[in-house]
């Protein structure tokens, strides 16, 4: 069953007169794992405000879950639309981190018994369990970050959105991010991960879209859009090392196109053994 998530028909957005997004289409299905990337300023995360309908179209169309963003409020749709917000304060008010995870739980009319089981699991999956007790605004940025991410997947949306959850964390927590993306996927949610981190996004997503100045310039898998100098040159995006490794191999008979170590072992390996 192929099913459409988000549609975006021809969105036009400006702040007062500036435009900033200019005619994106863009279909995202069920169960995809979709990484937006481009410059700063690109326009990603006004883009995807337009998916929980925190921002409506000036002209164009956003349909979420077969919706239009138009004819429904932010409170509506967040329950199956989880944003995580690029600046975690922008998110975070509460006078406790277990409080914090338990407003939206409270606000969606949960009972008790189940908001105590998924804080626990919530706090746990993003290493917080022993800052519950702590205001959130004594947390480091990047734990800041771990609890706006845990208070959304606490309520278990379908659409998950993150805007650049990676920045400001360390290896581990990458790592945890990353099995968190796992989980996601074998639960079958559709995930939206706006991020620069181009480490981050070479082994993880099927599918990354590139926005430049309000525009979607490249939509397909890793491998197309990193073997293409000028999306790339655009979105101002540096290739993985990897991939530059091949790049300088080329000469040798290496193919442009690698972007695993694995494959780049396995052509050398071929060409040493001639
Ligand atoms: N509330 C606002 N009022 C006016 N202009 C805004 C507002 N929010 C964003 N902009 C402008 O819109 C443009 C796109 O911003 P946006 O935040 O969508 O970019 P981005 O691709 O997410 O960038 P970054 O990688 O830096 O997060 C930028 O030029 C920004 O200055
Ligand atoms: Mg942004």
Not at 46 to 60: D, E, M, V
Not at 138 to 150: M, N, Q, Y
Not at 261 to 268: A, F, G, M, T, Y
Request: aromatic content about 8%; proline content about 4%; overall charge positive.
């Amino acid at each position: 069953m192929v099913e459409t998530v988000v549609e975006v028909e021809n969105l036009y957005y400006s702040y007062n007169s500036h435009p900033v997004l200019r005619g994106i289409n863009l279909e995202i299905r069920r169960g995809e794992i979709v990484a937006i990337m481009g410059e700063n300023g690109a326009g990603k995360t006004t883009l995807i405000k337009h998916f929980n309908g925190l921002l409506k179209p000036k002209k164009g169309l956003v349909k979420v879950f077969g919706v239009d963003t138009r004819k429904v409020s932010v409170a509506e749709l967040s329950r199956k639309v989880g944003l995580v917000f690029q600046n975690p304060d922008h998110q975070l008010f509460a006078e406790t981190v277990e409080k914090e995870v338990e407003f939206a739980l409270r606000n969606f009319g949960f009972k008790e018994e189940v908001i105590k089981r998924r804080v626990e699991w919530a706090l746990n999956l993003m290493g917080l369990t022993k800052y519950r007790n702590r205001s959130p605004f004594t947390l480091s940025i990047g734990e800041r970050k771990r609890l706006a991410i845990a208070s959304v997947l606490s309520y278990d949306p379908e659409l998950i959105i993150f805007d650049e959850p990676t920045a400001g964390q360390d290896f581990l927590q990458k790592e945890r991010i990353a099995e968190l993306l796992n989980l996601l996927r074998t639960q079958g949610k559709t995930v939206i991960i706006v991020t620069h981190d181009v480490e981050f996004v070479a082994t993880r997503f099927e599918r990354v879209i590139v926005m430049s100045q309000g525009r979607i310039i490249g939509d397909g898998s890793f491998r197309k859009i990193l073997s293409n100098l000028e999306i790339l040159k655009k979105a101002r995006l540096l290739p993985p090392q990897i991939v530059k490794c091949a790049w300088l191999l080329s000469d040798i008979g290496i193919p442009r196109d690698i972007i695993y170590p694995e494959e780049l072992v396995e052509k050398l390996e071929k060409i040493l053994r001639r």
